[in-house]
């Protein structure tokens, strides 16, 4: 923020922050055009399930980086806590300090090697993050953060990346499994850090073929065979949640090393909010979505053929009548621009009980719809006020979120994120 040393201008600048504070706090979350519900029953429910069908082979880790996915980091912890979850995957400090005033008992494992900043605010504030590294010297540093702070020794997991080509130590540049026997023990010998933690990522297993991510998980567990000594007390996790759905659950044994003291833990975000990345992981049919997003109608009009729609002439009515609603939502409350993309529209929305095309591109704050068919095939009348689903269900019809990421060629989590960003959501 701008140090401001003129006197009038901070006054005025404090003043016109405290104006909008009491105005968003004094605004209805009821009255914005655009309305995201999060099913709290729907997250309890996801939750419980996800922990029967892992139980007792494996420990959940709630993923609820990025707020919750969109979904609500303060509101959906409660629930999570109630359904028996006691490990939370996180990124940024912010998330870190959410589950802190609300919970200093939980594990909380950042799932991104933190900068040097990040690391000593969480080691000052005492908040007992568990944090991820690559290298000794990562684990070296921290070790002196703490040794600063005069802190409890930081519980620290090692990343080995053996396929994700990202975070985490990549270990097809290792020799052998030696030398991770070797870094092992300089970790050993350091103060201040404890190794509590060996994990990997599996970067492909929503793919149409899983063989990398078997690949993935094959040499990780490898690995761990050869470097983890068997009386070492550690937790180990490989599986995200396509990964978890498609590999670990399905097979009775793919855990092939056991040991009396290794546990391992799964990290699941997309299946406990009722998503998946990809059409090829199959969702147990208990899990429901938790979010919906609705708006309304704000305008109706009949354009005669040969009318432009959008920006950039985008599109153009073909019909000797064209019926259009306009719904007060765009990219900037969420809805993806990238639902116009390669010359031609994607996507649908809910309008009484039945799919409208999107028509157009999208405009920063509205979007249009071609409800000709609705109107005049179907013989109905379209209302100012009428409720429009983005995504959920309406009528004998729904529309999903992975449907609208398929649309604007993304994964749901990008959507659930933007339109939890930009909007109030109401808990229910």
Sequence with gaps: MVELTIPLAKQQFDYAVDQVERVQHHCSSTTHPIQVLIHQSHFYNNCKTLIQLCSPKYIVCAVVKADAYGHGLAQVLPVAYQSGITVFGVVHNEEIATIRAQNKIVRVIRLRIGTYQEIEEAICKGWNVEEMVDTVETVKVIASIAQNYKSTPVKIHWNWDTGMGAMGLPCQLMPNASDLQRQLQEIDQLQHVQLVGIMTHCSSADIEKINHAKTQVNTFQELVRQVIPEDRDILIHVANTPTTLRYLLQHKEPVTVKKEKWKWMVRLGSALYGTRTSWNVSLPKELQPIMTVKTSVVQVNTFPKGTCIGYGNSFVTALDKTVVAVIPMGFSEGLLRNLYHQGKNHGSVLIQGTKCPLIGKL??????????????????????????????????????????????????????????????????
């Design 363 to 428: 405009s920063a704050n509205y979007a249009t719809i071609d409800v000709t068919e609705l109107v005049q095939t179907n013989r109905r009348s379209i209302s100012i006020g009428e409720e429009v689903i983005v995504v959920g269900k309406q009528g004998k019809e729904q529309i999903l979120a992975e449907e609208v990421a398929e649309w604007a060629d993304t994964i749901h989590t990008e959507f659930h994120i933007a339109v939890g960003r930009n909007n109030p959501k109401i808990f229910v």
